[in-house]
């Protein structure tokens, strides 16, 4: 199973930006989506936004035009820009991987905290 390890997350005010990556490693053989959760204290974790291996993106609505979730194959990396940062975007960001014949792998996951 690949292994996941998110950076990136910190404090930010509202309307700034963050970029998270996730690194993964091991057996990355037949990734086809990846994706970023996030999960608020007290809530449900969240689908945030997805990437094919084909590049082909979905956004939750809450995040559309603010965030960009991209990948760079060379460095088996995926990011997620966060750009007019709100305080409810506040949360632990998980990243996911689906992979040919496996079980979902999931990352330990960062907190960003948005808050003036």
């Known amino acids: 199973q690949v292994q996941l390890v998110e950076s990136g997350g910190g404090l930010v005010q509202p309307g700034g930006s963050l970029r998270l990556s996730c690194a993964a490693s091991?057996?990355?053989?037949?990734?086809?989506?990846m994706g970023w959760y996030r999960q608020a204290p007290g809530e449900q974790r969240e689908l945030v936004a997805t990437?094919?291996?084909?590049?082909?993106?979905n956004y939750a609505d809450s995040v559309k035009g603010r965030f960009t979730i991209s990948r760079d194959n060379a460095k088996n990396t995926v990011y997620l820009q966060m750009n007019s940062l709100k305080p409810e975007d506040t949360g632990v960001y998980y990243c996911?991987?689906?992979?040919?014949?496996?079980?979902?792998?999931w990352g330990q996951g960062t907190q960003v905290t948005v808050s003036s």
């Open positions: 996911k991987a689906v992979q040919l014949y496996r079980k979902a792998a």
């Open positions: 091991g057996s990355i053989f037949g990734i086809t989506v």
């Open positions: 990437i094919t291996s084909g590049g082909s993106t």
